[in-house]
């Protein structure tokens, strides 16, 4: 299987050698394309990225091609992780990747080029890989910068407070598929993965989802299958992430996330995480996090019809060039840089900070006269808590025609307008007063609520938007929580508290703007739909959904609220 290896000369002083076998414990050969400066004095040090869409593409949708790293001084390698591109062996995803990406630094170190260091970068999965390989503690490995990945995979990659991701998981499912079945040479399998990513939103119709024929064939690998199934955090998802290992970090780390990317929660769990949990004051002192203004592709100044400005086109890869100079050369050039760095959306400015916001220093009380539904109701939002025995607001939750995500249902993500979903009855609506100046929100907001629902298994939705002077409704971020996650013993037509968090962002209101809390029972496809019923929802079509009627209490003895991190 072991491809001939050529050697090209790129120009501009690197050259290229394809197809590098590095032969594993297990006897499975993996391969790796090699860039190299032509004018060196001696050995240098070698970044690595590992990767499963094909070493060739080196995640060249969001960073410089390879040959600019090398250009700069670097050995830089691009591997295909086991079972893709041209590697060995068979992919299952995560489960093999910290012991190969330790093998591959170990064998990287003796090669006659390399003096010894290693860094690692990339992105998604390829951020993954160098999480993984860092727990290993490879000698040599002296720091990565894994952007928009996770150290929990079932909080911060699949599923949310209990809910699946349901688009990006199916999707990115059936796009890792396509390949394994390309590999197996099964023809009926490969067409029918190939018309589903013809059609992708379409799949998110798909039930019971557990059962899509796409990811069902007989010969395929079964991990999608997996993901759907292990619908709880334990043993499964630890033995292939950082939740039990987090203190075998002790390297420096640049953590790269993106206010509207898909792994969002992931990123900042895991800077928070490995800057409280990692294994060494070395490393817990030099966690890094840098959140732009970006969904998971690509990384600029423009979602949609939203312009965030000149600054939000941050040159990603001089500061990542800076970063390996500062670990891998002893330059020192990092030493500056602010431990957190992230661009305040709607002000479009970058700012700085020590650490991340952990309290809420705004809490704002949800009101209305008993008809909050839609954007026409009477629901506001005021830092005045409830003092006497407000009517609750009554919500009709159908989970055959669900509140559709911010994006639509291809759950595009971004900073979409919502001002005509929120005309809906199917939601509640709060909104502040027009804000006098500007109030920037900067950390991790969460709701509690005082919820009951006629249905024994349910879920909540809190979304934020900006309303702007003209009606417009630009999303900020959400959250979701469900029953069965929250609660060990959950009763219907009872008051629960619901309290969980939305996702983190930075956002600046201007004057005159006002907030707006959203409040529904599903966002799909985002999320995948609660059934309302015991029949779990990867195995739920027409036949198990019921409706259910959510109250949700805002008076003196059973308040709700949204809580803000606000800094000046």
Not at 439 to 444: A, D, E, I, N, R
Not at 468 to 496: E, K, M, Q, V, W
Request: contains cysteine; charged residues 15%.
């Amino acid at each position: 299987m072991t491809e001939p290896t050529k050697i090209i000369d790129l120009g501009n002083g690197v050259t290229l050698r394809r197809s590098i076998p590095c032969v594993l414990s297990d006897g499975v050969t993996l391969l790796s394309d090699h860039y190299a400066p032509t004018n060196t004095s001696g050995p240098l040090p070698t970044i690595l990225m590992r990767q499963p869409y094909g070493r060739d593409i080196a995640s060249t949708v969001v960073y410089a091609h390879p040959a600019w790293f090398a250009s700069h001084g670097y050995n830089v390698v691009i591997q295909d992780v086991r079972g893709r591109g041209g590697s060995e062996g068979v992919f299952y995803p995560f489960l093999h990747e910290k012991q190969d990406g330790a093998e591959t630094i170990a064998w990287l170190r003796t090669l006659p080029e390399s003096n010894g260091k290693v860094g690692m970068y990339g992105f998604s999965y390829q951020g993954m890989t160098q999480l993984l390989a860092a727990a290993a503690q490879p000698e040599g490995l002296l720091c990565i910068s894994p952007a928009m990945a996770a150290t929990d995979l079932f909080h911060g990659w699949f599923y949310n407070n209990g809910a699946l991701r349901l688009a990006s998981t199916l999707g990115w499912g059936l796009q890792m598929l396509k390949e394994d079945a390309r590999r197996l040479n099964l023809r009926e399998a490969s067409e029918r993965l190939e018309r589903a990513w013809a059609n992708l939103p379409a799949q998110f119709l798909e039930t019971p989802y557990a059962a899509h024929p796409a990811i069902k064939a007989n010969a395929l690998s079964k991990y999608v299958v997996d993901w759907i199934e292990h619908n709880a955090p334990g043993e499964f998802w630890s033995r292939m992430d950082l939740t039990t290992s987090l203190d075998k970090i002790t390297i420096p780390a640049l953590h790269v996330s993106g206010w509207y990317d898909t792994y969002l929660n992931g990123t900042i769990a895991g800077f928070r995480a490995l800057t409280d949990q990692a294994g060494t004051d070395h490393a817990r002192d030099n966690q890094y996090l840098l959140a732009g203004p970006w969904v998971h592709i690509p990384w600029g100044n423009r979602i949609g019809t939203q312009n965030f400005g000149p600054e939000a086109l941050l040159d990603t890869d001089d500061l990542l060039l800076r970063w390996f100079n500062h670990w891998l050369k002893d330059s020192g050039e990092f030493a500056a840089e602010p431990k957190i760095k992230h661009f305040a959306l709607n002000e479009n400015k970058w700012h700085h900070a020590k650490e991340w916001p952990t309290e809420s220093t705004l809490t704002l009380s949800l009101h209305s006269e008993g008809r909050s539904n839609s954007s026409k109701g009477n629901g506001t939002l005021s830092a005045e808590a409830p003092t006497s025995d407000e009517p609750s607001d009554i919500l009709s939750v159908d989970p055959e025609v669900p509140v559709i995500a911010p994006g639509g249902i291809a759950s595009a993500s971004g900073c979409v307008n919502q001002a005509a979903a929120q005309q809906g009855n199917n939601v509640l609506v709060y909104t502040s007063a027009p804000f006098d100046a500007p109030l920037h929100l900067f950390g991790t907001p969460s709701v509690t609520l005082h919820a009951s629902t006629s249905a024994p298994h349910a879920d909540l939705v809190a979304k934020l938007t900006c309303v702007r002077p003209n009606g417009d409704a630009d999303f900020i971020c959400i959250g979701i929580a469900r029953s069965s996650h929250l609660f060990a013993d959950y009763t219907p037509d009872t008051p629960h508290q619901w309290h969980f968090d939305l996702e983190p962002t930075s956002w600046v209101f201007a004057p005159g703007e006002r907030l707006r809390l959203e409040i529904s029972g599903n966002s799909y496809p985002l999320y995948d739909r609660n059934p309302h019923t015991s029949i779990k929802p990867a195995q739920a079509d027409s036949w198990h959904w019921k409706r259910s009627t959510h109250i949700l209490h805002h008076n003196a003895a059973l308040p709700s609220a949204l809580h803000l991190p606000i800094v000046s």
